[in-house]
């Protein structure tokens, strides 16, 4: 641990450790995390409310739908800084300037790898090329954005790069303007002891001038052990994702730093985050919902099982007194624990207020279209419980232009034959029929669907994955179907491929909901740019 008080930078309050989230840049390179310009909308405004530090939207060079996604953003949410990733060469910076200058507070996040490995592999770049790109792109931040806004600097592959090299460079970055510098252990290969080291180092040399930050990948599951080894010797930023999502086996996860951070203040003296922890649970559920990657049981403080006592000692420790095998409440990440919540009788300021205890914000036209459907759904089920409604709210599309809507099925289906299906949808307007044989239910009405749309739009949704689970238990249970989907004319691993999910207590009908909105997405990305390539570009990414 540092002996004496470590600056935290220009632009860090003292005492503060700066939560910057990568959920919606570094998340969502994960392979298949893909989310529209509307569903990063939501996941940033969730975070607003987590009241994260920095908000990175994304990297807008990779493509026009990242841009106006990240411009979006900026555009939108007040309170906290917005960044965008940008790499040192002609053409990005400027392009992440232009959508973030609009933010409160915007954050330019440039940069170049360093290590040998990379230099001479990837970029074919000499060390002083690489130093001298740092410094130019540096220095055109902070030309262009001014003193106020933070010019961010990362070394790609710290972790692997000659340290006194990585030193040097980031003593220049500083003198060019850098007012953060990150170091990233972007494959993961660091040990705590050696990374807290490094960090100590980079401390010593620049801490009085700028932030030092960290990211740290998982690959080795240290991803936060790092993090909170780099706290201790001095960090003041660290990136973190909900959920620990990112490239390979992800990032250091938000929650698991925010809660050390929380629950161990004698290990961290005098530091802590703004984060309100009350909001973690939904902020987790969100962001798994949206991009289809399901948090595993035992994941630390948002795994289903993180607060869970199955053994008959355990058990009765926890109703004797809780603090025998919890860490921390249940509470403090917002898992609110009552179950019975709606009837058919229930208010709107009741589910609201309801809704507000579980973590979403809703009123006006949204609250409506919840209300109705938690009052429909009261018909169908015995108990609407909290898992149930957080299920409406956040099957909701956000707004996804629905070009095709479902407007009627049929479906026959026996033991040992093939299914037939029909749909009637409407398609821009125009109703349209389908029909068709399958292997079963779905994968008949799919094809109907499929039979309705292909002719307006030379296309039809390709299935890339398929999933199907029970919101709560019994058998009146609502279904949750959830599915990837990409267009058939687009071949290959680096397609485009959308998300849709669907919410019933008829899994048939869940079933051709999500399928409905995952062509809608891909129509929407066809039509706003986002097909064009940007997967390819992103996934050029570290
Ligand atoms: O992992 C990495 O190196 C990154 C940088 C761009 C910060 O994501
Ligand atoms: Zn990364």
Redesign the pocket.
């Known amino acids: 641990m540092p002996s004496v008080p470590v600056p935290a930078g220009p632009f860090v309050p003292a005492g503060t450790v700066r939560i910057f989230d ?1 959920t919606l ?2 998340g969502e390179q994960a392979p298949g995390a893909g989310l529209t310009a509307a569903e990063k909308l939501e996941v940033a405004r969730q975070l607003v409310r987590l009241r994260v530090d920095v908000i990175e939207a994304g990297f807008p060079a990779a493509s026009p739908g990242d841009w106006e996604a990240v411009h979006r953003i900026a555009r939108e949410t007040r309170g906290v800084a917005v960044a965008a ?1 940008a790499r040192c060469r002609d053409g990005d910076p400027q392009r992440a300037i232009e959508a973030i200058k609009v933010a409160e507070r915007p954050h330019l ?1 440039v ?1 170049i790898a360093t290590s040998d490995i990379h230099l001479a592999h990837k970029l074919r770049l000499t060390r002083e090329e690489a130093l001298a790109e740092a410094v130019r792109w540096v220095r055109h931040g902070r030309e262009q954005l001014g003193r106020d806004a933070e010019v961010e600097f ?1 070394a ?3 972790s692997r790069t000659d340290p006194e090299f990585l030193l040097h460079v980031y003593e220049a970055v500083v003198g060019a303007g850098a007012s953060t510098v ?1 170091i ?3 494959v993961g290969y660091a040990i705590p002891a050696e990374f807290g080291a490094l960090v100590g180092r980079v401390v010593d040399l620049v801490g009085r001038d700028a932030t030092v930050s960290v ?1 740290c ?1 998982n690959d080795l599951g240290l991803a936060t052990a790092n993090t909170l080894a780099a706290v201790q010797a001095g960090a003041r930023q660290v ?1 973190v994702t909900i959920n620990g999502l990112g ?1 390979r086996a992800g ?1 250091a996860s938000l929650e698991e730093v925010v809660m050390a951070l929380r629950t161990r203040p004698t290990q961290f003296p005098h530091l802590g985050s703004r984060v309100q922890t009350e909001h973690i649970t939904a902020a987790s559920r969100l962001v798994s919902h949206l991009t289809g990657f399901t948090v595993q049981p035992n994941k630390a403080v948002v795994g289903a099982n993180a607060f869970a006592h199955e053994s008959g000692i355990h058990q009765d420790g926890v109703i004797k007194n809780p603090l025998t095998y919890e860490i921390m409440t249940p509470q403090s990440v917002g898992l609110a624990g009552s179950q019975l919540t709606i009837g058919k009788l229930s208010g709107r300021k009741g589910l609201q207020k309801k809704l507000h205890d579980l973590g979403h914000d809703v009123a006006g036209d949204a609250l409506d279209l919840v209300y109705r459907e938690a009052i429909a759904l009261a018909d169908r089920k015995k108990e609407v419980t909290d898992a149930d409604l957080l299920a409406i709210v956040e099957q909701r599309s956000g707004d996804v232009p629905l070009s095709i809507s479902l407007d009627g099925w049929s479906v026959t289906s026996s033991h040992g034959g093939r299914s037939s299906g029909s749909v009637r949808v409407t398609l821009d307007g125009e109703e349209r029929s389908g029909e068709a044989t399958g292997n079963g239910p779905v994968n008949a009405l799919y094809r109907a669907v499929d039979d309705a749309i292909r002719p307006v739009l030379g296309w039809e949704p390709t299935l890339v994955e398929y999933e199907i689970r029970a919101v709560t238990e019994g058998e009146d249970a609502q279904g949750r179907v959830f599915i990837r989907c990409r267009r058939s004319v687009d071949a290959g691993p680096g397609a485009y491929v959308a998300t849709g999910h669907g919410l019933s207590t008829n899994i048939i009908e869940a079933s051709l909901e999500a399928y409905v909105l995952g062509a809608n997405k891909l129509r929407a990305a066809e039509r706003d740019g986002s097909l064009a390539g940007s997967r390819r570009a992103v996934e050029r ?2």
């Open positions: 990568t840049r570094d990733l996040h940069f990362s790609e592959d710290a990150n990233p252990d972007t990211h990948h990136e490239e990032n990414l570290p």
